[in-house]
């Protein structure tokens, strides 16, 4: 059996490397240093945990669609987002306009406040961020939480935002202009969207939304997006060359055993607790993992190889199978 301080180290430990980016990784010393800190780290992840393997928690989306490279491309997409003035369309004061007039004079603001925004330019002067929710999701709280969102992660740039709730899955548009009122300007890397999609989660559960931020890699999730320019290209007939619908390659496959490694430790330590409300979250990662695309995928592959007369091992099977008991299927790596 192992104890609470024990459990929270091991969750702590291999926790960070499933919810948060490498570089937030803890790397403790061989004995953990466990006070109220680590309490309070280890209770964070094991709400993480739960709401991803047990409740099934809905994903935030926050995606880059895309900028303008001048003015003209930054007022097209201002009238793409609110469907030519017809739609209500908010920007960082909290100004909510409607109609093409007040859509020119929102123009001509961006185009002035700071640096002058030329109407083609050759480097990006905004960014366009789609925060988006799956069916369901009041679209009002989107909003509220887009809002919140922005007040946040933008603050000291312009930004508009538009709601649309017409579609299947309720989203916000935000255009964010590159450079802020300081002179400082936007560069948004993927550690950076990692963060939004963190913030973002945290503002919809404010509004009462069960909703996460969870990483591919940590979901065992493999299916290949196409970014906005390949689905518009396909819509339009010019995409010369589709690519596969699911992920590979090396960096795939080493983050995806990273995290079943992760998940694999996180589990057996609960497996061992005292507590049986442990054991049972223990048996819904062993559930949750089984369940997850990569997994399933290597043991098709696996399959495949033992049917040819291949090598049947896996990165998830190098040396051992370790089982999660009462009552889960095993967890094999």
Known sequence: MMHGASIDGVLVQWGERLFYPPSRIVKPAATPRLGTLAR???????????????????????????????????????????????LDIEDDRGVVREGKEALHDLVEQWRHGGSLIDEVGHQREAFNILLSMPHGTDAQIV???????????????????????????????????????????????????????????????????????????????????????????????????????????????????????????????????????????????SRFVRESPFFQAEMQRRAREVGTGRSGRTELEPTRTVAVQRPGPEITR
């Open 143 to 285: 909003r509220k939480a887009a809002r919140e969102f922005a007040q946040v992660e933008l603050q000291g740039h312009r930004y508009v935002m538009v709601l649309h709730e017409h579609q299947a899955n309720p989203h916000v548009h935000l255009s964010v202009r590159a450079e802020s009122m300081r002179g400082e300007r936007l560069n948004p890397r993927k550690a950076d969207l990692h963060r939004w999609r963190e913030t973002f989660a945290e503002k919809l559960r404010g509004w009462g939304i069960q909703a996460e931020a969870t990483r591919q890699a940590t979901r065992g999730a493999n299916r290949n997006f196409d970014p906005l320019w390949r689905v518009k290209a396909k819509q339009d007939g010019r995409l010369r060359q589709p690519r596969a619908g699911t992920k590979a390659g090396a960096p795939y496959q080493a983050s995806r055993v990273g995290a079943m490694e992760a998940w694999l430790r996180i589990a057996q330590a609960l497996d061992r607790s005292e507590l049986p409300a442990d054991r049972q979250l223990a048996a819904s990662i």
């Open 40 to 86: 309070r780290q280890a209770a964070v992840i094991r709400r993480r945990i739960e709401a991803t393997v047990s409740r099934r928690a809905v994903q935030v989306m926050v995606k880059v669609t895309g900028g303008g490279r001048g003015m003209a491309a930054i007022a097209a997409h201002f009238r793409y987002i609110s469907k030519n003035g017809r």
